[in-house]
Nanobody, 127 residues
Framework: QVQLVESGGGLVQPGGSLRLSCAASGLAINTYNAAWFRQAPGKEREFVAVIRASGSGSRIYYSDSVKGRFTISRDLAENTVHLQMNNLKPEDTAVYLC??????????????????WGQGTQVTVSS
């Protein structure tokens, strides 16, 4: 049984940092594209970042809104994907979800192409 379990969310002031983790079980996370999406109330699910499977070179892609502030990484020993979020802004407030897929490059930013999802962790940026 495949499970993705997120942790690390919370309340942080603008300019602060958080590190999210997505622990995978039932699959080897390095053999999948592993992504972070986020969803704010009343909005569509939004792509944040992805690290491609090892067999696809582990290439990393970010949305323009987080590029330069967020860093995605993968820990093979822990079978976990992390999202380091720095210089957080109020507009980063959302539920953050990790997901895994075996899709091709053109599908990486599309939520419907991901086969496995975690339950999400809330990130709130507010003073």
């Amino acid at each position: 049984q495949v499970q993705l379990v997120e942790s690390g969310g919370g309340l942080v002031q603008p300019g602060g940092s958080l590190r999210l983790s997505c622990a995978a079980s039932g699959l080897a996370i390095n053999t999948y594209n592993a992504a972070w999406f986020r969803q704010a109330p009343g909005k569509e699910r939004e792509f944040v970042a992805v690290i491609r499977a090892s067999g696809s070179g582990s290439r990393i892609y970010y949305s323009d809104s987080v590029k330069g502030r967020f860093t995605i990484s993968r820990d093979l020993a822990e079978n976990t994907v992390h999202l380091q979020m720095n210089n957080l802004k109020p507009e980063d407030t959302a539920v953050y979800l990790c997901a895994a897929s075996r899709g091709v490059l053109s599908t990486l930013r599309t939520p419907s192409t991901y086969m496995y999802w975690g339950q999400g962790t809330q990130v709130t940026v507010s003073s």
